[in-house]
């Protein structure tokens, strides 16, 4: 297969031009984590926490994929970045994993909704007993949608390391700790996913194909995890459920992605210029690694 390395396009000077990529050995005590962390806010709670269940097997499934794709990269800086990007979605599913464990342990039971998960990634996304070409052309569409689900979550990562509204109104700050360092990450190695794609690829078909796959993808799982969480909270007991107006009133009020800021988020990936580095802050994700508890407890 063949495929170009698109050039990068800062759309800020001053941002740097590329950051080694390593994993950060984080921990998180979530002993004195509330069923409700996000105070007297059950669906905004809800809404992020969905992001618990979904990313452990997710981003084991990001690692399965690259990992796969190492001896189809002949560029060794891309080599390096592929390494530090598998590096740290490892961590991420580990550390999002305590947070699923503390939830089964307080009456969350997310066994459920979290085999549901698991299904999509292992047996849906899995691997298939293709032989050759086949199996080569099965492993680049993953490639592809990894690529346009790391467009979310680079999305998703500036919009938590920009959520002031959420300490404003006494957010859990080790929950905040975790989610501004996962997503601190997935900015920094937000090209990573897009440029293993043009490299071994690159064909704009594909990964346009390949948004709208995760775009619908995506849209159940979250729509299913809230109303799963919601129904089987055990502070609520059912008196309460998911409803639209609470995304629209949250997004309002900043403890949420509003629906208008992920729908925006979307024309960007289909424009052929498209490149990650475009949008979002690595300068201000190092920053905030730089000063992150969880980080730094790591590196001492």
């Known amino acids: 297969m063949t495929g170009a390395r698109m050039s990068r396009e800062h759309s800020d000077p001053g941002e740097p031009d590329r950051v080694v990529l390593h994993a950060r050995d984080v921990e998180f005590d979530w002993a004195r984590l509330p069923m409700h962390w996000v105070p007297g806010e059950p669906f905004a709670t809800h809404m992020i926490n969905v992001l618990h269940l979904l990313l452990p097997e997710g981003e084991r499934w990001f690692v399965e994929v690259f990992k796969q794709a190492l001896p189809l990269i002949k560029d060794d800086h891309l080599l390096e970045d592929v390494r530090g990007f598998i590096g740290q979605e490892a961590m991420h599913a580990e550390s999002h994993q305590g947070v699923v464990d503390h939830f089964d342990a307080h009456g969350l039971d997310t066994t459920r909704y979290v085999e549901q998960v698991t299904w999509v990634f292992r047996k849906v996304l899995g691997d298939r ?3 050759g070409e086949r199996r080569e052309e099965w492993l680049v ?4 949608l990894v690529a346009a689900i790391e467009h979310f979550t ?6 938590i390391l920009d959520a002031e509204e959420l300490d404003e109104v006494g957010a859990d700050p080790t929950m905040l700790d975790l989610l501004r360092w996962h997503g601190a990450e997935e ?4 090209s990573v996913a897009y440029d293993l794609y043009m490299h071994v690829d690159g064909r704009y078909g594909r ?9 619908v993808a995506l849209t159940v799982l979250w729509a299913r995890g809230v109303r799963y969480l919601m129904r089987h909270d055990p502070v609520l007991r059912g008196s309460r459920k998911a409803r639209w107006r609470d995304l629209l009133r949250t997004g309002k009020l900043g403890l949420t992605p509003s629906y208008w800021q992920m729908l925006r988020a979307l024309p960007a990936f289909f424009r052929r210029s498209y490149h990650p580095s475009q949008h979002g802050s690595t300068s201000q994700a190092i920053a905030y690694l730089a000063q992150s508890p969880a980080a730094r407890a790591a590196e001492h």
């Open 129 to 131: 007993p293709y032989e």
């Open 141 to 144: 569409e993953r490639l592809a």
């Open 154 to 159: 680079a999305f998703l990562g500036q919009w």
């Open 187 to 190: 900015v920094e190695h937000r």
């Open 207 to 215: 990964r346009a194909r390949a948004m709208v796959i995760a775009v």
